[in-house]
Each structure stands twice: as C-alpha cells, then as structure tokens.
Antibody, heavy 119, light 107 residues
Framework: QVQLVQSGAEVKKPGASVKVSCKAS????????IHWVRQAPGQSLEWMGW????????KYSQKFQGRVTITRDTSATTAYMELSSLRSEDTAVFYC????????????WGQGTLVTVSS | DIQMTQSPSTLSASVGDRVTITCWAS??????LAWYQQKPGKAPKLLIY???SLESGVPSRFSGSGSGTEFTLTISSLQPDDFATYYC?????????FGQGTKVEIK
C-alpha cells in the first residue's frame, strides 16, 4: 500500500547530529516531494524543509537553515533529514510527509521518529 | 511567514454536540487551507483541504468553510472517535505554517 515508513527512535547527545530516513512505497517516488515537520512535546507542527524527489531541489525553513540537510536516494525511494548541532530543545518527533510543491497540504505522513537529545 | 491562530485552544464537549473551531491567517491565503486531526502518538490525518474539500474516507460530519483570512472547521455531531487535537495549515505560500492546535476534550 501507499506509505511512508520512517526509521526508529534515536537518542543523541547535545552537539551531535541525527539522520532520519523516510522510505516511500506504493507510489512513484519521483512524482512527489517529501517534506519534514517537527513536533516538540506538547507543541504544534513546524515545517522544516522539503525536497523535490525528482530533481533533488531543496528549500529549508529559515529557522533550521544551516543545521538541516534533506537528501534523497531515488534508487532506494528514500528521503533523509539530517539535523546537526543538536540541543535539548530539538527533542521532538520528526515526521516526513508527501506533497506536490514547496507549499502543499499533506495527504500522506510517516509514522514519526522520536529524537531525544540528552546528555 | 504567515501566522495562523486557532480558537479556542481547548474545547470541552459532549458526544452529539456541534463543535466549531476557528482559524485566522495573518494575511489572505485565498482558500489554501487544510485541517488535520491528530491523536496522541500518531501522525496528523488530513480531514479537509482547499478550505472545504472533504478528504476521501473522512466522515461527512466534518466540514470546512471560509476564505481569505478566516476559516472554520465544524463537526456536526461529535463522536467518541473525534476527541483529538485539530490543526489548521496554510499552504498559500512558503513556508507552510500550522496553527497552535485545538484540543477537543470530553466534557
């Protein structure tokens, strides 16, 4: 079926980096974009950035610019989000979501990946 | 960035109640607004897109309206499965931004 499956929970120390994967199946990967959204505990949803799966073009939220890198591997139908210089405030669930363009609604979401940043 | 503001933040209601959640945009977003439902530990689920289009498989008790800067999500008769947090999202312009959420609780 059509789905996005994310990698498992991570525990990282402050200053480290984390890389979360999002594997797409059930549809043509390069027909859509993949977005990444962060949700801190008890908080709302926050858009981080997106990648055009067809050509690899990316765009990032100014809030995360310089710390986030989104890539994709078309042969593996997988997108990746790497966040560096982690701090405790980055403890959150990270979601990938499918879209069409840089600004779009999201019909399909991954299950979420909890990243805990703690010394 | 366009700011999205929802009201109320929390809503206590009973099964069978008619429930309305309002979302305001800091500038006009035409009808480029979506509504999501999120339950604890789960990903958001799309309910409404383009302000009033019901996503396939979503019960018809959910409806959306509005344009420009003011939008509403209405649940015509609240069911036990509807107790959750609801978010609006504008996708008129980059970056897409979400409201702070409305938690619908059992009264």
């Amino acid at each position: 079926q059509v789905q996005l499956v994310q990698s498992g929970a991570e525990v990282k120390k402050p200053g480290a980096s984390v890389k979360v994967s999002c594997k797409a199946s059930g549809y043509t990967f390069t027909d859509y974009a993949i977005h990444w959204v962060r949700q801190a505990p008890g908080q709302s949803l926050e858009w981080m950035g997106w990648i055009n799966a067809a050509n690899g073009n990316t765009k990032y939220s100014q809030k995360f610019q310089g710390r986030v890198t989104i890539t994709r591997d078309t042969s593996a139908t997988t997108a990746y989000m790497e966040l560096s210089s982690l701090r405790s405030e980055d403890t959150a669930v990270f979601y990938c979501a499918r879209g069409w363009d840089v600004s779009t609604y999201h019909r399909l979401w991954g299950q979420g990946t909890l990243v805990t940043v703690s010394s | 960035d366009i700011q999205m503001t929802q009201s109320p933040s929390t809503l206590s209601a009973s099964v069978g109640d008619r429930v309305t959640i309002t979302c305001w945009a800091s500038q006009s977003i035409s009808r480029w607004l979506a509504w999501y439902q999120q339950k604890p530990g789960k990903a958001p689920k799309l309910l409404i897109y383009e302000a009033s289009s019901l996503e396939s498989g979503v019960p018809s008790r959910f409806s959306g309206s509005g344009s420009g800067t003011e939008f509403t999500l209405t649940i015509s008769s609240l069911q036990p499965d509807d107790f959750a947090t609801y978010y609006c999202q504008q996708y008129n312009s980059y970056p897409g931004t979400f409201g702070q959420g409305t938690k619908v609780e059992i009264k």
